[in-house]
């Protein structure tokens, strides 16, 4: 009898310890889940900063060179498009995230073009109001290059995390997969530049 209970109390003992380090494994594999996560929101978060930057710099330019329509509505239609692709960082394919790039890729385009328009108005490049928006800007553009590194780092290691043993069988039992990057645009090494 009294083998029967220490034998009890040794397997009690060992499924407890099996049960334990599964929940600090797969505790561990959410807490980078979530790293990753917030590093996504603090991508949308710079990504919307230019957006909320975009109507003050088009009406600031407007007020200069109000002949400019063509390039008025280019910068509103990719403002538009950029505004209504919504990624879950938990569920996002590398499509997704092309897309979105994509998307906004277009933005820094049109307004790469917006800001070509006020080269040709030396008073709108002494307007105060334009050399602030200005200077937001490239500082939203080095925060967006900043928070895309910053996901892609904690991606890699969430990614990492799941594939190492023993990790990977915590995380195939739960369902835990992989997280997907930021891939750099087909001929563009670096953030586009608001050099003025």
């Known amino acids: 009898m009294k083998k029967n209970v220490l034998y009890l109390l040794f397997v009690i003992s060992a499924l407890g310890a099996i049960c334990s380090w599964v929940v600090g494994r ?3 594999i959410v807490t980078l889940e979530e790293n990753v996560e917030t590093a996504w929101s603090q991508v949308e978060t710079q990504y919307q900063r230019r957006i909320d930057l975009i109507p003050n710099l088009v009406a600031t330019v407007k007020g200069y060179a109000s002949h400019e329509k063509e390039t008025f509505e280019t910068v509103a239609s990719a403002r538009a498009k950029a505004t209504q692709i919504t990624i879950d960082p938990s569920k996002a394919t590398p499509e997704q995230l092309a897309s979105y790039q994509a998307a906004q890729g277009e933005l820094s385009q049109a307004l790469g073009r917006l800001l070509a328009v006020a080269e ?3 008073e709108l490049k002494a307007n105060e109001n334009f050399l602030q928006l200005q200077s937001q800007l490239e500082g939203t553009e080095n925060r967006i290059t900043y928070a895309r590194d910053l996901f892609n780092r904690t991606a890699q290691i969430y990614n990492t995390s799941i594939r190492r043993f023993p990790n990977n069988i ?3 039992i739960f369902g835990f997969e992989r997280k997907n990057y930021f ?14």
Do not use: K, L, M, T
Not at 183 to 196: I, L, M, T
């Open 26 to 28: 797969c505790n561990g």
């Open 183 to 196: 891939q750099s645009e087909q001929g563009v090494d670096h953030a586009p530049q608001a050099d003025f």
């Open 170 to 172: 915590v995380a195939s």
């Open 120 to 122: 040709s108005y030396p």
